[in-house]
């Protein structure tokens, strides 16, 4: 009986985790869009100023404040360089986040920014969604969860099983005398 119910305990949590998935998709993809935008705002007169004088190229722009005598000039060349990059990285994980599910989690599992992660991490609060996604995902995730662990007890439990089957068997053979 017990043993029943540890493996309903376990299945209700791989239930409970599994249900957090799209709430953590969903922060991260919003967390990655605020950033986004708020780049893109910082980029706005940058922007303008390449689209006058180097056809909208802000590589270009950052090349020529690179290579005036000012040192003004140069040091607002590695500001803006760094606003470029990071304008850059925030496209590319929001167009991450706007593929199907499937290539989100993959994305958020092997590629996404480690330091958005981390905010998101950070700033997530547990929930229960009973979205369909949510509840899929949490059934999904019982029932991985509960067949990995009963697979690796039965695992662990193999040598025992075959010695106490060996030792059953030697009691059952008749004895010669």
Known sequence: ?????????LFALGLLLGVQVPGFIDGYAKRVEAHRVESEHSLSGFRDTA???????????????????????????RSVGLLVERSALLERESLAMQGPWYRQVWHLATGADEQLLQETHAAYRYQVLLAPEAIAWGIACALFLAWVVESIVLLLALPFRRRERRVVSERQQPRMR
């Open 1 to 9: 009986m017990v043993r029943s119910y540890l493996r309903l305990a």
């Open 51 to 77: 689209k006058r004088f180097f056809d909208g190229d802000l590589p270009r722009l950052v090349a020529h404040y690179r290579g005036s005598s000012d040192p003004v000039m140069q040091s607002d060349a």
